[in-house]
Nanobody, 113 residues
Framework: VQLAESGGGLVQSGGSLRLSCAAS????????MNWYRQAPGKEREWVAD????????NYADSVKGRFTISRDNAKNTVYLQMNNLKPEDTAMYYC???????WGQGTQVTVSS
């Protein structure tokens, strides 16, 4: 089982990034997926989720209107499009397969002011 996040990096405030999470070793299309983040010294925070069909998504208030979660079951990949990034979005971002509770290793997002 593997969840491999990618797409993080350093971006200026107001910029955009697209995170990807490639899944393998389990039936991706059967799992709802989450994105979480954790900033240094803070607890892990849920960011967004999407159902297994890709038809229903939910967002934390802190990212609503700026982030979009999506998935491609043919590619076993879930995405997080992040627009209008703010310094407070700086964190390690993790994808999670709900149910089996699988986690990736994370990808770092740093937003400079």
């Amino acid at each position: 089982v593997q969840l491999a996040e990618s797409g993080g990096g350093l971006v200026q405030s107001g910029g955009s990034l697209r995170l990807s999470c490639a899944a393998s070793g389990f039936t991706f299309s059967s799992c709802a997926m989450n994105w979480y983040r954790q900033a240094p010294g803070k607890e892990r925070e849920w960011v967004a989720d999407i159902n297994r069909f890709g038809t229903v998504s939910n967002y934390a208030d802190s990212v609503k209107g700026r982030f979009t979660i999506s998935r491609d079951n043919a590619k076993n990949t879930v995405y997080l499009q992040m627009n209008n990034l703010k310094p407070e979005d700086t964190a390690m971002y993790y994808c999670n397969a709900r149910g089996p509770d699988y986690w990736g290793q994370g990808t770092q997002v740093t937003v400079s002011s």
